[in-house]
């Protein structure tokens, strides 16, 4: 071979390498996304930024009690600081499920300033939101409340009957005591009307591809989300596993939650360490 043809061939082969790692490349940024529980999200125009993921303790809760409590105070918190261990920094409680004294308990090994605590009040007065405030504070052993939404709401006419309570909340989010506020739904008539109500910054959803527990159909429910989403409302999704109904099923549900591209975060009730950490390992290995 003489030698001119020698180099035409040898530059060619190192174009079709460079071609190749263009390819290679290209092929790579066009890779479905994946996603991780401790992916750092922002909630909407809050501000506030957290994990994907929550830990959730209100698994069929109600009457100052949940699943997630019946695991005893030091139980839960032990919990809780293992999902910190794993990188969740969101945690999801409740009035209605007793959880605070069992977060507080958490909040002893956890730094405050390192997690955002959600809860719920379901008072529906002025003064008893007002009153609510400062025993959550003292419950939960903290200054301060990152985000407080007006619990299980269903009437569609909430934000006319309810002002006085959203006003509390306002001036406490302008006084410091709080950093966002909001609402979570138990109807589609409710879920519309927080979606047209300025007021409502944070939303906690019921959404899963059966329709399990949910204020509508799937469809109707992430119609009426992306609506929030363009007034730039954080989204927060429950009953991700249908409150159980979906336990069987945790890819499919995880995929959807993940594919819908509506949520911000979405908070999920474990109830042992095991749960927890296969929780993050389905989560990380979903593309969508």
Known sequence: MKRREF???????????????????????EAPPQFSATDMVTLGRTGIQTTRLACGTGTVGFNHSSDQAKLGIQGLADLLWAGYDQGLR???????????????????RIPREKVTILTKSWKRDAKGVREDLDRFRKELGTDHLDIVLMHCLTESDWPKRYRGAMDVLSEAREKGIIRAHGVSCHSIGALRAAAATPWVQVDLARLNPIGAHMDADPETVVSVLWQMRAAGKGIIGMKILGQGDMRR??????????????LDAFTIGAESRAEQADLIRRIAAITV
Do not use: Q
């Open 7 to 29: 180099l035409g061939r040898a530059a060619f082969g190192l174009g079709g390498a460079w071609l190749g790692s263009k390819t290679f490349a290209a092929v790579a940024v």
């Open 90 to 108: 969101f945690i999801d409680c409740a009035d209605s499920y007793g959880t605070h004294p069992h977060v507080a308990e958490a909040l002893k």
């Open 249 to 262: 099923r945790v890819d499919e549900a995880l995929k959807y939650a993940l594919s819908t591209k509506v």
